[in-house]
């Protein structure tokens, strides 16, 4: 911090037209300081930062229109960006410049969440489903479970994970196209029942009614007693194939009642953890299936 002294001698040698050089020369002082103390008349002011470099390009006016229309795009639940906001704001700057000013503001970027949109009508199926289930006391030892499960010839469709080092590293096959699939029907009965069976890719009402009549009910016949088949409810979800008139007339004709699944809702089915145990069985020693009818 400069003395009043050094101040008052910077302006005697300044009317003498002395250059700023000379004078930090003299005095043995930056030739900054002498042309910021000449600037400021003498008098002892902080220096500022806050106007130093380039202007800013988005003034505190141009912050409020980007902030208020973030804000209302995700009220309307609409997608918003840095590029939807130039476009909409007609803004002569970088995209990146825009992304700057809303991460000032505390706007972060995230992944957008798909989900199921709900209606009223689905809700209250989905409340009365519930109420059904406490009400009639069904216990979930008396549900078939029932359902399809792809398996591909190149490994699980999930993404997988393992430990590795610098020596030891694990590939999964991979092929250029499709290298192949089959679907698989599945049911389970409590307690540790269970049938699978291959299906068609593309399987239609008559199919999967075929499928039920000769394969799958007679295998629950087998395993549940004449007088208790009338305690059990088949369950399945609402494929087109599950729901057409077809199928609904021949899941009339059986002694197991039907369980209506609501639409729309999570596939809340304990085969799901069948269907893990299987891909852990299938895929866990990387064996290369070379066609669909190996695996």
Same mark, same amino acid.
């Given at each position: 911090m400069l003395s009043a002294e050094v101040r008052q001698k910077i302006l005697d040698y300044s009317r003498e037209n002395r250059s700023c050089r000379w004078i930090a020369k003299k #005095? +043995?002082?930056?030739?900054?300081? $002498?042309?910021? $103390? #000449? +600037?400021?008349?003498?008098?002892? &002011?902080?220096?500022?930062?806050?106007?130093a470099g380039r202007p800013r390009k988005l003034n505190r006016a141009d912050g409020l229109k980007i902030k208020r229309v973030t804000m209302d795009r995700i009220q309307k639940n609409s997608l918003v960006n840095s590029r939807i906001i130039k476009n909409e704001l007609n803004l002569d700057v970088f995209l990146r410049t825009i992304q700057r000013k809303m991460k000032t503001m505390d706007f972060t970027y995230d992944k957008i969440e798909r989900k199921i949109p709900l209606s009223k009508s689905t809700k209250n199926e989905r409340i009365k489903f519930c109420k059904k289930m406490l009400?009639?006391? /069904?216990?979930? &030892?008396f549900i078939i479970f029932s359902d399809e499960k792809k398996f591909s010839v190149d490994g699980p469709d999930n993404l997988c994970s393992y430990q590795k080092n610098d020596v030891a590293t694990l590939n999964l096959p991979k092929r250029q196209? +499709?290298?192949?699939?089959? /679907?698989? #029907?599945?049911?389970?009965?409590?307690?540790? +029942? %269970?049938? #699978?069976?291959?299906?068609? *890719?593309?399987? &239609?009402?008559?199919?999967? /009614?075929?499928?039920?009549?000769?394969? /799958?009910f007679p295998f629950l016949k087998n395993n549940i007693k004449a007088s208790e088949r009338g305690k059990y409810w088949w369950q399945q979800d609402n494929a087109s194939v599950h729901t057409s008139r077809k199928t609904r007339d021949f899941l009339m004709s059986? @002694? %197991?009642? *039907?369980?209506?699944? @609501?639409a729309r809702s999570p596939d809340l089915n304990i085969i799901e953890n069948l269907w893990s145990i299987c891909i852990i069985c299938l895929y866990v020693l990387n064996i290369v299936f070379f066609s669909d009818n190996y695996l």
């Open positions: #005095l +043995k002082i930056a030739h900054t300081t $002498v042309s910021r $103390v #000449l +600037k400021s008349g003498g008098t002892k &002011n902080k220096r500022t930062r806050s106007n009400t009639e006391d /069904i216990s979930t &030892n196209g +499709k290298g192949g699939s089959i /679907i698989v #029907l599945g049911c389970m009965v409590y307690p540790d +029942k %269970f049938y #699978l069976t291959k299906t068609s *890719s593309r399987m &239609n009402s008559d199919e999967y /009614i075929k499928l039920l009549e000769t394969e /799958i059986q @002694p %197991f009642k *039907s369980l209506q699944w @609501p």
